[in-house]
Nanobody
């Protein structure tokens, strides 16, 4: 079991920046990567980014060049630096920990979610 505790959400104006944090604890050895999903009102939950245990990263096309995912292995914490935020990126952002299967990445554990609101 992995527990995930998130922080850093809030209200920001369009063009602004936020940094989300997620502290992981428990059976960290059992997962392959840490990542972030988001779910906007009326839309499906989508993968924003993940970072593997050996620091390889993957980003959704919509956030490439603006968002940066990183991790601190001493603190077992994953971060998401979000720059140039747009109103359509208002969503609940969920930290996750997952594993890789043949078919792709599978998120096994979830944080509680943190609200990010981007105003015009």
């Amino acid at each position: 079991q992995v527990q995930l505790v998130e922080s850093g959400g809030g209200l920001v104006q369009a063009g602004g920046a936020l940094r989300l944090s997620c502290a992981a604890s428990g059976s960290i050895f059992s997962i392959d990567a840490l990542g972030w999903y988001r779910q906007a009102p009326g839309k499906q939950r989508e993968l924003v980014a993940y970072i593997t245990n050996d620091d390889r990263t993957n980003y959704a096309n919509s956030v490439k060049g603006r968002f940066t995912i990183s991790r601190d292995n001493v603190k077992n914490t994953v971060y998401l630096q979000m720059n140039s935020l747009q109103p359509e990126e208002t969503a609940v952002y969920y930290c996750n920990a997952g594993v890789f299967y043949t078919a792709g990445y599978y998120p096994k554990y979830w944080g509680q979610g943190t609200q990010v609101t981007v105003s015009s």
